[in-house]
């Protein structure tokens, strides 16, 4: 529950009110969080998959080698399906946050897309690019991103489109009232 209540509070931080430096700055800096976490929770399902591998190659025997086996076999278990937990809630997370604006959303897909392939740079200044599997979750994000784009982009345009049909059909209503009114007082003045 934290993470979730870390996200809904980074995603108030966000306003209509912001400028684009701001959003940019925002963009940056949430863009290292998150392909920071990304980064260091796919080397931790790389980890345990090795550790599954080298598990699965251990020799099962006499004098209590088949327990240890089990045991290895278990910790790899338990280790990978952590990371894979943690991989999915950071994937729900980010793009909870992501998509939490369409301006934003924007913002957040070009540097995230440009971090993505350029690298970026940690707390130290050492530039970090993204592993293979670390990339693929990325753009994951960036593609859900994308399509939270295009999805308010076209809730906005036929948005757009009703209230042009509404403001015409309210310019018919005022011009059909001045034509009651009109008839109504030739009617009133032949009576």
Known sequence: MAKNSATNKDSRLISQ??????????????SIEILQKINA????????????????KMKAG?????GEK?????????????????MNNLL??????TCSSIQFAQVMHKTMAHMMVEGFKDTDGQIIKLS????????????????FVKKQLAVEEKQAELEAKIDEKGKIDEEQN???EKLHAIFDEGA
Request: zero cysteines; a negative charge; charged letters at 30%.
């Open 41 to 56: 929770t796919t080397e931790r399902i790389a980890g345990a998959k090795e550790v599954a591998e080298n598990a699965a």
């Open 178 to 180: 001045r034509r009651l």
């Open 132 to 147: 293979g599997d670390s990339k693929e979750v990325v753009q994951s994000i960036l593609d859900e991103a994308d399509d």
């Open 62 to 66: 006499w004098f209590g080698k088949t």
């Open 92 to 97: 729900q997370e980010s793009i909870r946050f």
């Open 17 to 30: 009110d912001m400028t684009p430096q701001e959003l940019q700055a925002l963009a940056e800096n949430k």
């Open 70 to 86: 089990a045991t290895a076999t278990a910790k790899a278990v338990v280790a990978t399906n952590e990371a894979i937990s943690e």
